[in-house]
Nanobody
Framework: QVQLVESGGGLVQAGGSLRLSCAASGGTFSRYGMGWFRQAPGKEREFVSRISSSGSRTDYADAVKGRFTISKANASNTVYLQMNSLKPEDTAVYYC????????????????????WGQGTQVTVSS
């Protein structure tokens, strides 16, 4: 059984940084792309970033491009999300997920392409 456990969330002032981690167990981590999503109160879960199985390709939502960096360490079964220049609008619960289905282009941002999810970690950015 695949399990994903996020950590690293917390309270930070605007302009600050956080690094989220997602530790995976079960399955063969190196074979799968991974993604980060977030959900703010009263809003739908939205795509933040994704990375290919090898780590060679990354994509970002326009709202975080240039501020967030996703990375993947296959040796330790961990995916990271480095978040810099945080803004109050980044406040949300952040989830990591395993992409279990093939995708192409923008379809890789679709929640339905991801089959296992972590429990989420809260990120709160104060103004």
């Amino acid at each position: 059984q695949v399990q994903l456990v996020e950590s690293g969330g917390g309270l930070v002032q605007a302009g600050g940084s956080l690094r989220l981690s997602c530790a995976a167990s079960g399955g063969t981590f190196s074979r799968y792309g991974m993604g980060w999503f977030r959900q703010a109160p009263g809003k739908e879960r939205e795509f933040v970033s994704r990375i290919s199985s090898s780590g060679s390709r990354t994509d970002y939502a326009d709202a975080v491009k240039g501020r967030f960096t996703i990375s993947k360490a296959n040796a330790s079964n961990t995916v990271y999300l480095q978040m810099n220049s945080l803004k109050p609008e980044d406040t949300a619960v952040y989830y990591c997920a395993r992409r279990g289905n093939t995708c192409l282009g923008n379809s890789c941002y679709d929640i339905s392409k991801y089959d296992y999810w972590g429990q989420g970690t809260q990120v709160t950015v104060s103004s």
